[in-house]
């Protein structure tokens, strides 16, 4: 299972979305592969510009697996913040938590940000 950052799904929700973008998120959907985390849904569901969107999004929300975010992920979020600043990089918050998310659960993020280079290395 791959979780699949925002970065990636808003090319596959909206019309104009980079087509390279867009095929590497539907490769992960057709092989069953595609997966999100709490995170990634609210960052998406703030998007939101149109009524097809939602309805894509709804759609998702039911045939997604959908990766915990508990307790432990929290603290592997701030253990992970705290790595970053002491290696001189700061990162988004939600990018963050959604990194710690996917170490936890010994998954990849498929992305187009730079952040989850460094995040998922340190």
Do not use: N
Request: hydrophobic share 45%; with cysteine; aromatic share 8%.
């Amino acid at each position: 299972m791959t979780i699949v950052d925002t970065s990636l799904w808003v090319h596959q929700l909206r019309r104009h979305g980079d087509s390279k973008k867009r095929t590497r998120v539907e490769e992960l959907l057709l092989a069953g592969e595609a997966a999100w985390c709490a995170p990634v849904r609210l960052e998406l569901w703030r998007g939101v510009g149109a009524e097809k969107e939602a309805r894509v999004l709804k759609e998702y929300e039911q045939a997604l697996p959908e990766y915990a975010v508990d307790e432990e992920i929290w603290e592997q979020a701030c253990e992970l913040a705290y790595r970053c600043r002491c290696a001189g990089k700061t990162a988004p918050f939600a990018d963050i938590l959604i990194a710690a998310c996917a170490r936890h659960h010994k998954v990849e993020v498929a992305h187009d940000d730079a952040h989850y280079d460094f995040l998922m290395a340190i």
